[in-house]
């Protein structure tokens, strides 16, 4: 059983900068791909972001065309914990941003059927 528990949410100003992190529990933390996922209201939930591990301690970054040289993955093993650094956010970036785990490193890093394990998310507003 893993736990995913995001934190760093918030109201963030158009142009502005927010990280949120996500702290998991599980022994082989390392070993997991981690990903990013958001749902706006009344949208349906989309990838973000992911790190998949490619081997020993190799992780491939993974993103969304939308997000792609705005945000940034990355992860702290010794922490268990997974953070999205979002810069330059739109109001449309708006959204209750979720974290999982993939803990059998299966899928692709955007299909979130192959992920096993999620949080229960944190709320990033973004004002004009």
């Known amino acids: 059983q893993v736990q995913l528990v995001e934190s760093g949410g918030g109201l963030v100003q158009a142009g502005g900068s927010l990280r949120v992190s996500c702290a998991a529990s599980?022994?082989?933390?390392?070993?997991?791909?981690m990903g990013w996922f958001r749902q706006a209201p009344g949208k349906e939930r989309e990838f973000v972001a992911a790190?998949?591990?490619?081997?020993?301690?190799?992780?491939?970054?993974e993103y969304a065309d939308s997000v792609k040289g705005r945000f940034t993955i990355s992860r702290d093993n010794a922490k268990n914990t997974v953070y999205l650094q979002m810069n330059s956010v739109k109001p449309e970036d708006t959204a209750v941003y979720y974290c999982?785990?993939?803990?059998?490193?299966?899928?692709?890093?955007?299909?979130?059927?192959?992920?096993?394990?999620w949080g229960q998310g944190t709320q990033v507003t973004v004002s004009s």
């Open positions: 599980g022994r082989t933390f390392s070993s997991y791909t």
């Open positions: 790190l998949r591990r490619s081997g020993g301690n190799v992780y491939y970054a």
């Open positions: 999982a785990a993939d803990t059998r490193n299966s899928g692709n890093g955007y299909n979130p059927l192959f992920y096993d394990y």
